[in-house]
């Protein structure tokens, strides 16, 4: 909380919500929690990995993705045991994950030839995937449009529900009323506020980070694979030419802004990790905000109304789950049997 450098910042001061939200929080920081937390999520996971492989199978839609696994990078032998220990309650779930030294690191990633000296070590997964979720959400919008008749409304601000008995009647919005058999609420850490407006539970708070997208100078230097330095909370991918970064945990409310300032930590760090591969003053810049519960486990399901649905809440991993929980969403609201156990992820209010 004090180390700037490390990128997680929290501003409690005038933020009664996020005091609220922190003692949510507070409450799962068990080992009990964490492992009841932790399992939903991993299922989930899995099965969102097996589905947007299948669907971009089935719709041919290409997004730079890699399928050679993530590096987990820990600078001091006290931080690679401890994601050691982290990661071995995945793999003892099912996550196939093999503690490397700094020589098997640089040849899994040649890309980390130069830095491998200020690593003890990683965690490699070699079952984890990267993509560009930019790419492919826009690609996906274009081909439900083309193909499946799906109508998008964007620029289109949802101001409200209107209830009637157990229903919502309607939703409201900038541009008239739309009325809906299920109506999926998912607006990323907007959907707290509507949902609190209507009486749902739905502790959601805007987590912000920085992301970094920048061309490859030499491709050489870049790294071949995702990773994440794990000590400076700087994550790295490679997307077809492109280099992209992210970091920060910023705890400081809906606040969309950024400025250069923001990122010369993450700069500073992928300098260090790929020397000579990038020039920042290229990079496309971007700052969005984490749809955060304390549980950090998405909700998804019925809501409160009949027709009312939930697919929100996850946090800093809403890329890695989105398949699966589309997937399982859509079955429960045709009333199919969802493909993987649902406990602990389903809402309830
Ligand atoms: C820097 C950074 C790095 C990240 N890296 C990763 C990663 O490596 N892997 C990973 O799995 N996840 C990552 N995430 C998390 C991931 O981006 C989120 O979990 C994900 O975007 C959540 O998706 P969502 O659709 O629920 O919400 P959002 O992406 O926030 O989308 C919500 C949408 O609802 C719209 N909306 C909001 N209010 C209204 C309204 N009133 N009317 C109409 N529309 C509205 C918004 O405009 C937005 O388009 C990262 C996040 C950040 C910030």
Same mark, same amino acid.
């Given at each position: 909380?004090?180390?700037?450098?490390?990128?997680?910042?929290?501003?409690?001061?005038?933020?009664?919500?996020?005091?609220?939200?922190?003692?949510?929080?507070?409450?799962?920081?068990?080992?009990?929690?964490?492992?009841?937390?932790?399992?939903?999520?991993?299922?989930?996971?899995?099965?969102?990995?097996?589905?947007?492989?299948?669907?971009? *199978?089935?719709?041919?839609?290409?997004?730079?993705? /890699? /399928?050679?696994?993530?590096?987990?990078?820990?600078?001091?032998?006290?931080?690679?045991?401890?994601?050691?220990?982290?990661?071995?309650?995945?793999?003892?779930?099912?996550?196939?994950?093999?503690?490397?030294?700094? *020589?098997?690191?640089?040849?899994?990633?040649?890309?980390?030839?130069?830095?491998?000296?200020?690593?003890?070590?990683?965690?490699?997964?070699?079952?984890?995937?990267?993509?560009?979720?930019?790419?492919?959400?826009?690609?996906?919008?274009?081909?439900?449009?083309? /193909?499946?008749?799906?109508?998008?409304?964007?620029?289109?601000?949802?101001?409200?529900?209107?209830?009637?008995?157990?229903?919502?009647?309607?939703?409201?919005?900038?541009?008239?009323?739309?009325?809906?058999?299920?109506?999926?609420?998912?607006?990323?850490?907007?959907?707290?506020?509507?949902?609190?407006?209507?009486?749902?539970?739905?502790?959601?708070?805007?987590?912000?980070?920085?992301?970094?997208?920048?061309?490859? *100078?030499?491709?050489?230097?870049?790294?071949?694979?995702?990773?994440?330095?794990?000590?400076?909370?700087?994550?790295?991918?490679?997307?077809?030419?492109?280099?992209?970064?992210?970091?920060?945990?910023?705890?400081?409310?809906?606040?969309?802004?950024?400025?250069?300032?923001?990122?010369?930590?993450?700069?500073?760090?992928?300098?260090?990790?790929?020397?000579?591969?990038?020039?920042?003053?290229?990079?496309?810049?971007?700052?969005?905000?984490?749809?955060?519960?304390?549980?950090?486990?998405?909700?998804?399901?019925?809501? /409160?109304?009949?027709?009312?649905?939930?697919?929100?809440?996850?946090?800093?991993?809403?890329?890695?789950?989105?398949?699966?929980?589309?997937?399982?969403?859509?079955?429960?609201?045709?009333?199919?049997?969802?493909?993987?156990?649902?406990?602990?992820?389903?809402?309830?209010?």
């Amino acid at each position: 909380m004090f180390n700037h450098d490390l990128g997680i910042k929290v501003r409690l001061g005038r933020d009664p919500y996020l005091l609220a939200w922190g003692l949510r929080f507070l409450r799962q920081c068990t080992p009990a929690r964490k492992r009841a937390n932790t399992l939903p999520k991993l299922r989930l996971a899995f099965y969102s990995r097996d589905s947007i492989n299948a669907l971009s *199978e089935e719709t041919g839609i290409a997004y730079d993705d /890699r /399928r050679k696994g993530i590096l987990y990078l820990s600078r001091s032998r006290e931080s690679l045991d401890a994601a050691a220990r982290n990661y071995g309650f995945l793999a003892d779930h099912g996550l196939p994950i093999e503690i490397v030294d700094p *020589e098997r690191m640089a040849e899994l990633d040649p890309g980390l030839a130069a830095a491998r000296r200020h690593f003890a070590g990683a965690v490699y997964s070699p079952t984890d995937q990267t993509g560009d979720s930019r790419l492919f959400t826009t690609r996906l919008a274009a081909y439900a449009g083309e /193909r499946l008749g799906v109508d998008f409304r964007y620029g289109t601000m949802v101001e409200g529900l209107d209830i009637e008995a157990d229903r919502v009647r309607a939703v409201r919005t900038d541009a008239g009323l739309f009325s809906a058999d299920s109506i999926v609420l998912a607006m990323g850490p907007e959907s707290g506020l509507l949902g609190r407006r209507h009486g749902l539970d739905l502790p959601i708070y805007p987590v912000k980070g920085y992301a970094a997208t920048i061309p490859l *100078e030499d491709e050489s230097r870049g790294p071949t694979m995702g990773g994440a330095d794990e000590d400076r909370y700087v994550a790295y991918s490679r997307l077809g030419n492109r280099l992209r970064l992210s970091c920060t945990a910023e705890f400081t409310g809906f606040d969309r802004s950024f400025g250069p300032k923001n990122f010369a930590a993450m700069f500073r760090t992928a300098h260090e990790l790929f020397p000579g591969a990038f020039d920042e003053a290229k990079a496309e810049l971007w700052a969005g905000l984490r749809p955060m519960m304390p549980r950090s486990v998405p909700v998804i399901g019925r809501a /409160r109304y009949s027709n009312l649905y939930l697919d929100t809440g996850h946090g800093h991993l809403g890329w890695t789950l989105a398949a699966g929980s589309g997937r399982l969403l859509a079955d429960l609201i045709a009333g199919r049997a969802p493909e993987i156990d649902t406990d602990g992820l389903l809402y309830r209010n």
